[in-house]
Structures are given as C-alpha cells and as structure tokens.
C-alpha cells in the first residue's frame, strides 16, 4: 500500500486492535450479505460515539430503520433521497452556531451523511458539490451497491455497464439494456472542490480495516470530505450471500472499481495494479447473475474500458483525460 | 404596565421594505442558522441578513445553498440539532424545494419561512400570485399573511414563539405579497432587543434534539403499522396551534402596547356591515379605502383581512361572517377546476360558513394574478356586486374574475392566427 500522506490520525493498526463497541446494532433487517450494512457498520465504529448521522433514502434507510427497532446507537434522522450534503451541512452548521454562541458544549462532533448509489451518485450531487464547497467539517459517504436495491433493482447512473436490473433487463432484441458507463463520482467530485481535503474510494471487504481507516482519516483531516464505497449486493447483483467478501474483492482485483485516496490533492492508490497486476474483469463479472446474458463481445468490451482506466488516463481511475498536455 | 415600560418595546422608528422588516425580525431573534438562494422578490431578506451578518449585528451562520430543495433541507436539520433557523422563497423557487417542505413539517420542526409571494412559471411574471404559499396549506404549516411591513417584522416574532411553542412544533410560512410588500417601504417601529427576549425565549428543541448526549433515532420507516397515529398527532398540533397563537397575541400586546385585536383576522368599519369582502395580503389597502369611499356614500360595507390561513379560525371566521348579507371572496390565486371553478380562499370561507343555518350570499372574485394592481375601482366593483347579491340581486355567476381582458384572454381570434 502507498502511503502519500504522513497526517497523523487514530490508526487502527490490526484486526485485533479494532473497537468493540458497536453504534450500528441490531434492529435493522438488511438481507444476508448486505456489504451496504458492513458500511454502516464499520464507519459507525471508526467514528464514535460522539457523532450525529443522516441516512437517506435509500435501502439504508428503508431496510434499516425499522420505528422502535433502530441500530442506531449515535443520534440518526431520516434526510431526503437528495439530500445528503445539505444535511450535513446543517446538521454542522447548527452545532457550530450553538457552540459559538454557548448553549451547547464545545466538543468535536462527528457529522456524517451516507446516501446511495441513487440518492448520492444522481439526484443529490448538487447538493454533495454544495457540502464539498463549505467550510463545516463533515463527512459524506456514498454507498454504492450498483443500484435502487430497495425499490426492486433499478440501474442508476453507477450502474456497471450490461447490468440487468428492473429497468435494464436482457430482451430477445436488445441484449444490454444498461449502455451507461458508471459515473465517477469520487473522481468528479475530487477534480471538482478544490477546497476538498479527503476524498477516497473504498470497500468495506478489502482490504481488511481500510475503510475504517479512510473514516478516520477524513474525520482527522477536516472540513468538508466524501468516500465512495464499493459495496456487493446479493439481492442485486445476483449471487450467493456467501460470496460477498469475495466479489468485493474481485472487483478491486480486477480494477473495475479503483481504490484511492486523496489528500491534499496527492492520489495514493490502496490497490495498486501497476504493481499487483489486474485478474481479468471476467473472473468478477461470471460470478453475478447481473451479467449471465453478456456474451463474449460485451466482456471484451468492458475490459477495454477498464484497461484504458488504468494504462491511458493521466491519473488512472480518477480522472479520464489522456496523453498529458498538448501546446495550443 | 408602565409608561416606562412601553417606551422600550420599541427602540427606533425607520423606513423599512416588507423585506428589510424581516430581516430586523431574524436579527432580533438572534437566529443561529440562515440558508439563503436567490430568487425574487423574497430575496431582498437575504441581501440584508447577509450584511447584517457581515456588519457584525446578528452571530449566526449564513450558507449559500446550491438550490432551495439543498436551502430548505439545510435548515431542516439545523433545526433538528436545536438551532433556530431562517429560510425562504418565492415562486417556482419554493415548489423547487417542496418535497423539503413537507419533511420538515412532518419532522415537527420549527423554522420560519419567508414566502414573497410570486407567481408560478410558466409563462415567467416576478409578480404576486398566492398559489406559492397555498400549496403547503394542507401539509402541517403555519401559515400567515402579513399586510405592512410593520406586521411582517411583527409575525416573526410571532412565528416564531407559536412554531416553536412545545404544543405545537410546526413550521412557520410567514407570506408577504411579492412586490406589494416586500419592496414597498413603511415606517416601521422596531422592537428593542431586550423586549423581544422577553417575548421570545430561546429556541429549546427538549428531548427532540439530535445530539450525542441525545441519541435518538428521528424518522425511522414505520409503514402502516404507525403513520396513521402521527398523522393524528401533527392533526392534534395544528388543532392546539390555535390556542398558543391566541396567547401569544396576548403577550405581545401586553410587552408591545395594544398591537393586535383578534389574532386570525381583523375586521375594518364591519360592525354596521350589510356586506363585506375576505381578502389576504396587500389587497386590504385598496380595499379599506374603497370601504371608507363607499360610506361616504351611506353604503354599508367592511373588510375583513384574514391574517392566519393555517390553521384556519373556522368558529372565529364563521361567527364573524354569519353577521353580513353577503360575502365577497378575493382570491389572488387559482384553483382550475374546483368547485364552481373558484379560488383557494372561496372554498375555505365556503366551507367555513357551511354549518350556519342561515348562510350569507358568497360571491367569489378572481383577481390581482401575476401582480397585476388591484385598484379601489375593482374593489368598488367588487362591493357593488356583492352589495347586490346581498339584496338577493345577480347571484350568478359565483365566481367573477375582475380586472381580466375579456377579449385578450381568448386568445388570437382564428382569422388572425398565422
């Protein structure tokens, strides 16, 4: 792993030095092998009981927060699909005025936000952009399961290219329905706020402990910051529960999904395929039920994408701009 | 209370705009949050919290969103940590920020909210219309017209202490015709800052309060098992809402002097009235005039200024309308395809007066849309057609639009048409 930033924070240096106390419990009904609740669970850890938190809509909120049977131990409130920025930012705003002005205790208070592929990546990017240009700290996170997994698996704009969902399904004249290719959200939002201190990419499977630490770190370097986590979806993706560790893993392996982050500007990639090499996309995408329609073509064709990601872009899996610069 | 007393409610005495009167209000209730985006005519409020943030006079934080829907919901959840918290729109700007609008009543959170009264797109007018403010009338708002800039400063104040008042916990729309109001100047006393702190306690968000000393969980999905019961329970707070804002007025009158008479509407030269007219906003200026004009005439004619939409006085208003012969209805809004195609405030005051044995005559004008003036000639009109529907004379057609160009309105004639 590369370490571009040597800002000190509350590492957690092994599995075993992990906290036990859990903020997200029981009481929530995610499915089994719910990577998206391994997200809640793990930044609810890293960040601590001095924090407030807004989910949106999303299936975080809906299969989550059942009244009178919350996980959540932190303060949580329901905030709109759209909406994860601007709660946050006044969620921040009002403890920071009530600070200043006396009549709370002056404290660090964790602010998170977490929204959906959906809520986040599409209708609410406006208002994350919004969040990225404030001056509050608070952290956004965007979970990203490829799809509206509580509305019954619609593709979204993060959708991977070929996905069959509800509204993208394999038909007898058209075979690939989603022709989108997903959206770059971390990299558009990181290349867009320059102000931005942290963002990252992430996955709650792997590495081990990495996404608890990129919580921590963004918590420990400041003001406004996002991280994208990659999260395998059983229900929506097509597959065992069991396996949702190990296509988290495939999919980082392959580098469909790249691992960064970013601080102060420096990328450091947490898989790095220059050195580790890439397995091929098809290893990731034969294990899903979302991709049994694609033929041999529709493969080669995403590999290529994925290969141009890592071997053309200036800066690989962050922002797609080739060759350098050209005199005018 | 004192001579003494009195003199400090209020500190100094300025020109103000409808818009610069709020701002003053928010600066005197030391509010801690502040969510601004631009839209016309409310944002002249925003332009002068901005530099009153700026100069130093109010401690609060003031954040430009990137939208209303961003503007309303950052509020929202300010709100939601125990902050006291300021918004606002207009026109198409407040139903870009609907869905916000509704969660945050239904999340029981008292902010107050500007509404400068603007008309709907398409086609584009930055003028009054009412269909802005209307559109929250059944979602668990307060909301309240304000006629001078005086009463705008003065319903903020108000808004706020009946919004954030433990028994009722809505949000405040505090309506202010576009134009009409917040741009045209008043003299305006403004209250002393120690005064309002009597009136105006500090915002004590309780038990509800997100914070990690308080860890609650706030709008859990709760499905059929449990919506109907607080469905129920936001019912029960618009139901007490009345009685709160009925004290507050009392309080205010006593710390400010005698402001207020009844708080849901007032009534101008009624008490002799064969027939009156029911008007929001603005519209009570021309109106009062044509009242005092056509009485020199020996007619015998008021207005009655609603003030509180929501919650509507129904037994209030329907005691006081059951006085006259007839009632004409202003409408400065729409409702295509209602009941006798009327306005918002027809079937409202209709259905008010509904439970009385003997009913007045209702008549309903549409007019004033897009800012188009109202003048005390359409008024006069307006009285002289309920004058003779009171007399049982031209009840038909129940609903009139004044001030319309007939010929205009239906359009390029075929022969005309390219």
């Known amino acids: 792993m590369t370490q571009t930033s040597d800002l000190a924070f509350d590492r957690i240096a092994g599995v075993r030095k992990t906290p036990l106390e859990e903020f997200y419990a029981s009481g929530h009904r995610t499915c089994q092998g719910c990577e998206s609740a391994l997200v809640m669970r793990q930044f609810a850890k890293a960040s601590g009981p001095r924090t407030v938190v807004t989910g949106s809509t999303g299936c975080m909120y809906v299969a989550n927060t059942s009244y009178m049977t919350t996980p959540w131990v932190v303060p949580w409130m329901h905030t709109q699909l759209g909406a994860a920025g601007p709660s946050a930012i006044g969620m921040a705003a009002g403890l920071r005025a009530l600070m200043r002005k006396g009549r709370i205790a002056q404290e660090r208070i964790n602010v998170i936000s977490f929204c959906g592929d959906l809520g986040g990546g599409d209708m609410g990017l406006s208002g994350i952009s919004g969040a990225l240009q404030s001056p509050y700290d608070l952290l956004i996170i965007l979970y990203d399961n490829e799809s509206a997994a509580n509305t019954d698996i619609q593709a979204t704009g993060l959708t991977t290219y070929g996905a069959q969902t509800t509204f993208t399904p394999p038909g007898k004249v058209h075979r690939v329905m989603q022709r989108r290719w997903k959206k770059n959200v971390a990299g558009m939002l990181a290349v867009g706020h320059p102000t931005c201190r942290y963002v990252a990419t992430a996955c709650s499977a792997y590495p081990p402990l990495d996404f608890l630490n990129k919580v921590r770190k963004a918590l420990a370097v400041g003001g406004p910051t996002f991280i994208h986590?990659?999260?395998?979806?059983?229900?929506?993706?097509?597959?065992?529960?069991?396996?949702?560790?190990?296509?988290?893993?495939?999919?980082?392996?392959?580098?469909?999904?790249?691992?960064?982050?970013?601080?102060?500007?420096?990328?450091?990639?947490?898989y790095d395929p220059k050195k580790k090499g890439r397995i091929p996309v098809r290893e990731y995408l034969e294990k899903q039920g979302r991709f049994a329609h694609l033929i041999d073509e529709d493969v080669a064709y995403i590999?290529?994408?994925?290969?141009?990601?890592?071997?053309?872009?200036e800066i690989p899996g962050v922002a797609p701009l080739k060759g350098g610069l050209r005199p005018a | 209370m004192t001579l003494a007393e009195k003199t400090i409610a209020y500190e100094r005495e300025e020109l103000l705009t409808g818009c610069q009167a709020v701002a003053q209000a928010v600066r005197l209730a030391d509010v801690d949050v502040i969510a601004a985006y631009p839209i016309r005519p409310y944002t002249e409020v925003m332009d002068n919290l901005s530099r009153i943030i700026a100069d130093g006079q109010l401690d609060a934080e003031y954040i430009v969103a990137?939208?209303?829907?961003?503007?309303?919901?950052?509020?929202?959840?300010?709100?939601?940590?125990?902050?006291?918290?300021?918004?606002?729109?207009?026109?198409?700007?407040?139903m870009y920020g609907f869905e916000a609008l509704v969660v945050t009543a239904t999340d029981r959170l008292p902010v107050l909210f500007l509404v400068g009264n603007r008309a709907l797109d398409d086609p584009?007018?930055?003028?009054?219309?009412?269909?802005?403010?209307?559109?929250?009338?059944?979602?668990?708002?307060?909301?309240?017209?304000?006629?001078?800039?005086?009463?705008?400063?003065?319903?903020?104040?108000?808004?706020?202490?009946?919004?954030?008042?433990?028994?009722?916990?809505?949000?405040?729309?505090?309506?202010?015709?576009?134009?009409?109001?917040?741009?045209?100047?008043?003299?305006?006393?403004?209250?002393a800052a120690e005064t309002v702190?009597?009136?105006?306690?500090?915002?004590?968000?309780?038990?509800?309060?997100?914070?990690?000393?308080?860890?609650?969980?706030?709008?859990?999905?709760?499905?059929?098992?449990?919506?109907?019961?607080?469905?129920?329970?936001?019912?029960?707070?618009?139901?007490?809402?009345?009685?709160?804002?009925?004290?507050?007025?009392?309080?205010?009158?006593?710390?400010?002097?005698?402001?207020?008479g009844t708080p849901f509407f007032d009534e101008y030269m009624t008490d002799d009235a064969e027939v009156v007219l029911v008007g929001l906003g603005t519209v009570a200026m021309p109106a009062r005039t044509a009242v005092r004009r056509l009485r020199e005439h020996g007619h015998r004619v008021g207005y009655v200024n609603l003030?509180?939409?929501?919650?509507?006085?129904?037994?209030?208003?329907?005691?006081?309308?059951?006085?006259?012969?007839?009632?004409?209805?202003?409408?400065?809004?729409?409702?295509?395809?209602?009941?006798?195609?009327?306005?918002v405030l027809l079937h409202e005051v209709r259905s008010c007066l509904y439970p009385l044995p003997e009913r007045p005559q209702v008549l309903n004008f549409l007019t004033g849309l897009g800012g188009r003036d109202i003048s005390i000639d359409d008024v006069t009109s307006m009285y002289e057609q309920t004058l003779a529907a009171g007399r049982g004379r031209a009840l038909e057609p129940a609903v009139r639009w004044i001030g319309v160009r007939e010929e205009a309105a239906r359009g390029v004639p075929e022969e005309r048409r390219p």
């Not at chain 2, 009463?151 to 706020?160: D, M, P, R």
């Open chain 1, 229 to 270: 986590t990659f999260d395998p979806c059983p229900k929506g993706w097509d597959y065992h529960p069991s396996y949702s560790h190990e296509l988290g893993e495939l999919g980082i392996k392959c580098g469909i999904f790249p691992l960064y982050e970013i601080v102060d500007g420096r990328v450091s990639y947490t």
């Open chain 1, 303 to 313: 590999q290529r994408r994925v290969d141009a990601m890592w071997e053309e872009w």
């Open chain 2, 66 to 94: 990137d939208s209303e829907h961003s503007q309303f919901e950052i509020v929202k959840h300010a709100s939601s940590v125990g902050a006291r918290a300021f918004a606002g729109s207009s026109g198409t700007g407040w």
């Open chain 2, 124 to 191: 584009g007018a930055f003028g009054v219309e009412h269909n802005d403010a209307l559109a929250i009338r059944d979602m668990g708002w307060l909301l309240c017209w304000a006629t001078t800039a005086q009463e705008a400063l003065e319903h903020v104040l108000i808004g706020y202490r009946v919004a954030e008042d433990p028994r009722v916990r809505m949000p405040m729309a505090l309506a202010l015709d576009g134009a009409f109001l917040t741009h045209s100047q008043h003299m305006v006393r403004v209250p």
């Open chain 2, 197 to 260: 702190r009597r009136f105006l306690p500090p915002f004590d968000l309780g038990d509800r309060r997100l914070h990690p000393d308080n860890p609650i969980s706030i709008a859990p999905q709760v499905n059929e098992d449990w919506v109907m019961e607080l469905r129920r329970q936001n019912w029960e707070a618009a139901r007490r809402a009345r009685r709160v804002i009925e004290q507050a007025y009392r309080e205010f009158n006593e710390l400010f002097g005698e402001r207020y």
């Open chain 2, 307 to 343: 003030r509180w939409f929501r919650p509507f006085p129904g037994p209030e208003l329907r005691a006081s309308l059951a006085r006259f012969r007839a009632v004409g209805v202003i409408d400065r809004d729409f409702a295509h395809g209602s009941p006798d195609d009327g306005g």
